[in-house]
């Protein structure tokens, strides 16, 4: 049946379908809110003027609720007040000027409440009849006129159309307590310079263009290479970013962060297309916002609020001595409405259940990758073992606690893992013997684990070294959070004596994860402080 509709099927247009490509939520700067929120309107309208193919009504520059269609084009504005609060609203949309048949809308909503500085939400929104319209996202010129007329903010941070360049140690330091900090709410693109460049102050990769296109998505830095030495100390190197290379650090991020949630796009790849480098990351901070941002929330959508102002018009109207045909009028409006609102929910619907079928296959994928590297390592191990080798007997040793992390997650990695805590205490460790901590680590991911897998007696009160033995914990055995899942930390590893002095005692306490088969190691290197302790 199929294969007998397929001719009529292609004389037939296609359906136009209603995409949305980005989600922007900010705080306006205003001293006075009221005043704030009306200069961003003010500039809202301005930039509308310009798009709606004519001359917007009076009630528009009023503030009010309006409508206005010309050249094909649709401007809708909607607008709801209370004692203590307003909120004002925005619809237009603009064809596309390259290709037939896309048509790009744009929604603004500005509103404040007492005492509060004003916010403003944006939505970018695609109708076409395309399969997969193809596109570079790019954040509305509105709220780069805005930023720069009245300042925006998300998270506590300025949003700016402008790379921020480092250029002083100092900048270095508020630039990793901004990587740190836990109200961050955007991601932040950071572009390094290549000392073995030319100029090793400047990226390869085009920035301003970047900023511009992704202002409200994420903050955009440049790093000369003389700085880049600094995210190495304060992260350690699998987490920085240096030799021409773009990373790209997610809200959360923080020392103890797996690397490999930061998406990092090295030096020598981003040479051979820096163009597309930006496209993808403009692509990749599009996606952040409508996965990070929730609508009806952080942001709004413009048929809630019209739906919502009609009602309040209708039931004005009702309890007035308004003529029927005003209350009829009025009423059809609000179905009208009512209809948009459903569609958008529709609409909010169908792109929540395509991105969770998305993330739903990206993850099959790469359990199916995972599982199959992890056979492939088992085999490898099982080859080497056959011929009286270990996989570990050439690994260089870490002599100092600034590289133990790296050290672990570079040849530990898919048999150990260092929870947060434990790499927080590697910070401030006081034990000191390094190589020590790291041969233990490495009988960890490699005898322990094994046996975990494959059987071969109790793990009890097994010696290690001279001195130093392996051990259920006991009454000290603790839970913890890692990566979204409850472990219990029952084992560990332990030197001998009484004492607890920071510099003598060595404790590395673990969990056994069955889901991932790796060791996690929950806290270290010094004894842990418990209410009993």
């Not at 509308?48 to 917007?56: E, I, N, P, S, T």
């Not at 390259?98 to 500085?117: C, K, L, S």
């Not at 330091?173 to 950071?190: C, H, Q, S, T, Y």
């Amino acid at each position: 049946m199929a294969d007998a509709l397929a001719p009529l099927r292609a004389r037939l247009a296609r359906p136009i379908r209603e995409r949305e490509v980005l989600r922007v939520a900010a705080t306006i700067r205003a001293l006075n809110p009221e005043a704030g929120m009306e200069k961003a309107r003010q500039a809202v309208l301005a930039w509308a003027q310009r798009r709606c193919g004519g001359d917007l009504p009076k009630r528009a520059w009023q503030g009010d609720s309006f409508e206005y269609i010309a050249a094909g084009r649709t401007t809708l504005g909607a607008r709801l007040t209370t004692e203590a609060a307003e909120l004002w609203a925005l619809r237009g949309d603009d064809p596309d000027k390259t290709v037939p048949g896309r048509v790009w809308t744009t929604e603004v909503a500005v509103g404040r409440q007492d005492g509060q500085p004003p916010h403003l939400s944006l939505r970018l929104l695609v109708a076409s009849p395309e399969e997969e319209p193809e596109f570079d996202p790019a954040v509305p010129g509105l709220l780069r006129q805005i930023a720069q007329q009245s300042g925006l903010l998300a998270g506590g941070f300025a949003l700016s159309d402008t790379p921020w360049r480092i250029g002083s140690e100092e900048d270095l330091g508020k630039l990793i307590d901004m990587l740190e900090a836990p109200a961050r709410r955007l991601p932040i693109f950071v572009a390094t310079g290549d000392e073995r460049s030319a100029d090793p102050a400047l990226p390869l990769i085009d920035v301003g263009m970047l900023a511009r296109a992704t202002i409200g998505l994420a903050h955009v830095v440049v790093v000369p290479a003389r700085f880049t030495y600094g995210l190495s100390d304060a992260f350690g190197k699998l987490r920085s970013c240096y030799h021409g290379a773009v990373r790209a650090y997610l809200p959360g991020f923080d020392s103890a962060a797996d690397p490999y949630e930061h998406p990092l796009t090295l030096g020598e790849f981003v040479q051979r297309d820096p163009a597309a480098v930006v496209a993808e990351l403009r692509r990749f901070a599009s996606k952040e916002s409508l996965r990070r941002l929730r609508l009806g929330q952080d942001v709004l959508a413009f048929a809630s609020v019209r739906s919502t102002a009609l009602q309040i018009e209708q039931a004005a109207k009702a309890s007035s001595r308004t003529s029927d045909a005003e209350q009829l009028e009025s009423a059809l409006r609000q179905i009208e409405a009512l209809r948009a609102d459903l569609a958008e929910k529709q609409a909010e619907a169908e792109h929540n259940f395509e991105l969770a079928h998305q993330e739903e296959e990206r993850a099959k994928v790469a359990e199916a990758q995972l599982h199959h590297a992890r056979e492939r390592i088992r085999q490898l191990e099982a080859q080497l073992a056959s011929r009286g080798q270990r996989p570990d007997e050439d690994v260089r040793l870490p002599t100092t606690w600034e590289d133990l992390a790296d050290w672990c997650d570079q040849f530990l990695i898919g048999r150990l893992m260092l929870a947060p805590a434990a790499r927080r205490g590697i910070k401030k460790a006081e034990f000191q013997d390094v190589t020590l901590v790291a041969r233990c680590l490495l009988w960890l991911a490699g005898d322990c684990r094994d046996r975990r897998m494959n059987g071969g007696g109790s793990l009890a009160n097994v010696p290690i070294e001279r001195g130093i033995e392996n051990a259920p914990c006991g009454e000290d055995t603790f839970k913890f959070d890692f990566q979204g899942r409850r472990l219990e930390a029952d084992w560990h590893i332990k030197n001998g004596g009484n004492t607890r002095e920071p510099r003598r005692c060595l404790r590395i306490y673990y969990a056994w994860d069955e889901v991932t088969q790796q060791i996690v190691v929950a806290e270290m290197p010094a004894h842990r402080r418990t209410g009993a302790s």
